[in-house]
């Protein structure tokens, strides 16, 4: 769903200490067609908040479920 | 004794045919402590929006978050509820109307306890599990599922 916005799968990006809401803000400048969308964000695997710092590590954007 | 401490592929590229699911219940006849199973299977519903109807859903994941959550949520249900056993399978790829996206599969010795388990173990799937689908229409377009 995402990624139909972005136009690709993953992306790299370099901070030192930036929260996810700096990271979302980048990324809504870059593809301003995800600020309509609704998405959980997910560091290692767990879902993070906005407030929280992004380490050195993989960051997912992730629409909502639709199992089963 | 720990049982399902590994963490497990739920994923089947697919539909899950009846086969599997047979076969998956002959398996049990040697656990006889059991007493009791309970199977919850997801269909897929050909849904009617704005006049198009739903052929077919096209299942992703985030698979390695998604089995790790399914980890959690199978170490809480057996926390929770006493069973003997739990199977879970998801489909990804296309899942076409009719056919079977989700088989979940708990026994216990007795039946109370299936029953709750099952209810549970299936709306913790449906909400805490990275589960994306897109629903296909009959003519090709396309939208994004969301589980209410």
Same mark, same amino acid.
């Given at each position: 769903?995402?990624?139909?916005?972005?136009?690709?799968?993953?992306?790299?990006? !370099?901070?030192?200490?930036?929260?996810?809401?700096?990271?979302?803000?980048?990324?809504?400048?870059?593809?301003?067609?995800?600020?309509?969308? +609704?998405?959980?964000?997910?560091?290692?695997?767990?879902?993070?908040?906005?407030?929280?710092?992004?380490?050195?590590?993989?960051?997912?954007?992730?629409?909502?479920?639709?199992?089963? | 004794?720990?049982?399902? +401490?590994?963490?497990?592929?739920? $994923?089947?590229?697919?539909?899950?045919?009846?086969?599997?699911?047979?076969?998956?219940?002959?398996?049990?006849?040697? #656990?006889?402590?059991?007493?009791?199973?309970?199977?919850?299977l997801g269909q897929v519903r050909?849904?009617?929006?704005?006049?198009? #109807?739903?052929?077919?859903?096209?299942?992703?994941?985030?698979?390695?978050?998604?089995?790790?959550?399914?980890?959690?949520?199978?170490?809480?249900? $057996?926390?929770?509820?006493?069973?003997?056993?739990?199977?879970?399978?998801?489909?990804?790829?296309? !899942?076409?109307a009719g056919e079977i996206c989700l088989?979940?599969?708990?026994?216990?010795?007795?039946?109370?306890?299936?029953?709750?388990?099952?209810?549970?173990?299936?709306?913790?799937?449906?909400?805490? !599990?990275?589960? $994306?689908?897109?629903?296909? $229409?009959?003519?090709?377009?396309?939208?994004?599922?969301?589980?209410?």
């Amino acid at each position: 769903m995402l990624s139909e916005i972005t136009q690709c799968p993953e992306e790299t990006y !370099v901070f030192t200490q930036t929260k996810v809401s700096d990271l979302l803000e980048e990324l809504f400048e870059k593809y301003p067609l995800l600020k309509e969308k +609704n998405f959980q964000v997910a560091q290692n695997c767990k879902i993070i908040n906005a407030e929280s710092i992004i380490k050195e590590t993989e960051i997912a954007l992730l629409p909502p479920f639709a199992g089963g | 004794m720990k049982k399902h +401490n590994c963490i497990k592929n739920i $994923f089947r590229t697919g539909a899950i045919s009846s086969e599997f699911i047979g076969n998956a219940i002959a398996k049990h006849q040697s #656990k006889t402590t059991i007493g009791a199973h309970q199977i919850f299977l997801g269909q897929v519903r050909a849904d009617e929006i704005e006049g198009k #109807k739903v052929s077919a859903i096209a299942y992703t994941a985030y698979e390695e978050m998604a089995n790790a959550k399914m980890h959690e949520i199978r170490e809480t249900t $057996f926390s929770k509820y006493n069973l003997t056993c739990m199977h879970i399978y998801h489909s990804l790829g296309t !899942v076409k109307a009719g056919e079977i996206c989700l088989f979940v599969f708990v026994s216990s010795p007795r039946r109370k306890e299936c029953f709750k388990a099952i209810e549970f173990v299936v709306e913790e799937i449906k909400k805490e !599990v990275a589960i $994306f689908g897109k629903e296909i $229409f009959e003519d090709q377009t396309h939208q994004w599922k969301v589980n209410s």
